[in-house]
């Protein structure tokens, strides 16, 4: 079985997206889940730290919070590693708490992976960056602040104008 790929179209071009779908199949299936209903339309990439991850899948460009469906449970024993440009699922410190925030890592970040996180569990790696890598670090480029709380925050937002499968 070929892995399922998609398309996201951006405010600073495109990413594609290679997911794996035999390793990561309930966390694959969530995140498709969520392309198919064009959940991902129109949110921003809401965290942006640099030499390190940019995050997004959950927020209006006003910073209003999407409701999403239930959590999902933590993939995170499949072996993938949190390397740069892969796609990990973002969550609350407890373990099963991801639902449709993803994050893309700028770097190896392996003190995210299950075997070296501190609190046993670790982040769960589901796709990879096939083409737009550049993309992802003029993401990571851009200049931040806080706002409404949050930090990390772009000053001019950065749009995820679609997200569409390719196969």
Do not use: W
């Not at 998609?6 to 290679?18: A, F, Y």
């Not at 035999?22 to 129109?42: E, I, M, R, S, W």
């Not at 392996?110 to 670090?137: P, Q, W």
């Amino acid at each position: 079985m070929a892995n399922t790929k998609v398309r996201m179209k951006t405010s600073h071009g495109d990413i594609v997206i290679e997911c794996e779908d035999a390793l990561a199949p309930g966390t694959v299936a969530n995140f498709l889940q969520y392309v198919d209903d064009k959940f991902f339309d129109g949110t921003i990439f809401h965290r942006v730290i640099p030499n390190f991850m940019i995050q997004g899948g959950g927020f209006t460009s006003n910073m209003k919070q999407k409701a999403t469906r239930a959590n999902i449970t933590n993939e995170s024993s499949n072996g993938l590693k949190n390397q740069k440009g892969t796609l990990a699922m973002a969550r609350l410190p407890q373990p099963h708490t991801a639902s449709s925030q993803f994050f893309i890592n700028c770097k190896d970040n392996d003190f995210l992976d299950k075997a070296k996180s501190g609190d046993g569990h670790g982040y769960c790696v589901f796709a990879k960056v096939t083409e737009g890598i550049a993309v992802v670090e003029q993401i990571e480029k851009v200049k931040t602040a806080n706002h409404g709380g949050h930090g990390d925050v772009p000053l001019v937002p950065v749009m995820i104008e679609s997200v569409t499968r390719e196969s």
